[in-house]
């Protein structure tokens, strides 16, 4: 696993997996603790708005290895 890290683009695809699992882990805290729990609009929106966000961030990693001459 450390080695993974070593690299820049592993560093980046570990933040991309934590942010993945905090929201997911926030969004489980949001439902267990709102007694209402979560509307289907405001989940459709949250969760489409942070999936372009994660598959913009991706396209950035990929970018970036196409840049420093890495195959995909």
């Given at each position: ?44 929106g ?27």
């Amino acid at each position: 696993m450390r080695e993974r890290l070593e690299s820049d683009l592993g560093f980046y695809y570990a933040v991309g997996v934590f942010i993945i699992a905090v929201f997911v882990v926030g969004l489980a805290a949001f439902a267990v603790l709102n007694p209402g729990g979560i509307g289907t609009v405001e989940l459709v929106g949250l969760s489409g708005g942070f999936f372009l966000f994660m598959v913009v961030y991706f396209i950035a990693i990929s970018v970036q290895r196409l840049e420093d001459g890495d195959s995909i």
